[in-house]
C-alpha cells in the first residue's frame, strides 16, 4: 500500500527563517515523489520531483529512501512562500497519493 | 492551451439533489482523475481513469459515479447529494502516469460545492 505522512499540519516562522516540511511515506517499491503547492484559492502546482533533483523556488527535496522521508527545505522563507504543501507519492500504480497537506505561513 | 476546466465553479445543492460536475483538458491526456480537498483531510482520490471508457475506483469512491465516454472528459455525479459531500472538488489529467512530464498531474481550478 502507498501512504504519504506529513506530521506537521502548520508552520509559521519569519521572513528570512529557515523551513523544513516533513514528509514520510510508506512503498515497498520504488517510489516517485513529488511537492505541489497550493497558493491561496489557486490550482495545485507541482513544486518539485525528485527524479529531477533541482532547485525551484529556492526549494530542495532529497529522497531518503532509508529513512523513508522526503523533506522539503528552504533556507530563507520568503512571504510569498505562504500556501498549502502536499506531498505526494506516485508508486507502481497509475495513481498519485497525496499527504495530509501542511500549510506554512511566513510572516513579514 | 487552456489545460484543464472544471465546471461549474461553484455550486450549492440540497440535501437529496443531483448533479454532475464536468471536467475537460485539451492536452490528449490519457489519464484523469478526480480528487476532494478538505480541510486537515488533504487530497483524496475518489474516481479515476486510465482511458477513454474505463473508470476505476479510489480511496473514498462512495456516493460518485463517473464516465470517460470521450478522452477529453471526465464527469462526476452525485445522484443523492449529502453535506458530508461538501467540499472542494479538483480534477486533474497526465500523460502515461506522468513518467515523460515534468508534472505528473495538472490541476483544474476546483469546484467548490456545498451541500444544505
Known amino acids: 500500500a502507498q501512504r504519504v505522512t506529513q506530521p506537521e499540519k502548520l508552520l509559521s516562522v519569519f521572513k528570512g527563517a529557515p523551513v523544513e516540511l516533513k514528509c514520510n511515506y510508506s512503498?515497498?517499491?520504488?517510489?516517485?515523489l513529488f511537492w505541489y503547492v497550493q497558493y491561496s484559492r489557486q490550482r495545485l502546482q507541482l513544486l518539485l520531483r525528485?527524479?529531477s533533483r533541482e532547485s525551484i523556488k529556492g526549494f530542495t527535496a532529497d529522497l531518503n529512501k532509508g529513512e523513508t522521508s522526503f523533506h522539503l527545505k528552504k533556507p530563507f522563507a520568503q512571504e510569498e512562500d505562504s500556501a498549502m504543501y502536499y506531498c505526494a507519492l506516485m508508486g507502481g500504480s497509475e495513481k498519485l497519493v497525496f499527504g495530509k497537506g501542511m500549510k506554512l505561513t511566513v510572516n513579514p | 492551451n487552456a489545460g484543464v476546466t472544471q465546471t461549474p465553479k461553484f455550486r450549492v445543492l440540497k440535501t437529496g439533489q443531483s448533479m454532475t460536475l464536468l471536467c475537460a483538458q485539451d492536452m490528449n491526456h490519457e489519464y484523469m482523475y478526480w480528487y476532494r480537498q478538505d480541510p486537515g483531510m488533504g487530497l483524496r482520490l475518489i474516481h479515476y481513469?486510465?482511458?477513454?471508457?474505463?473508470?476505476a475506483k479510489g480511496e473514498v469512491p462512495d456516493g460518485y459515479n463517473v464516465s470517460r465516454l470521450k478522452k477529453q472528459n471526465f464527469l462526476l455525479g452525485l445522484e443523492s447529494a449529502a453535506p458530508s459531500q461538501t467540499s472542494v472538488y479538483f480534477c486533474a489529467s497526465s500523460d502515461i502516469a506522468g513518467q515523460v512530464l515534468d508534472s505528473p498531474l495538472h490541476f483544474g481550478n476546483g469546484t467548490r460545492l456545498t451541500v444544505t
Open positions: 481513469s486510465v482511458g477513454e471508457g474505463t473508470t
Open positions: 525528485h527524479i
Open positions: 512503498y515497498s517499491g520504488s517510489p516517485e
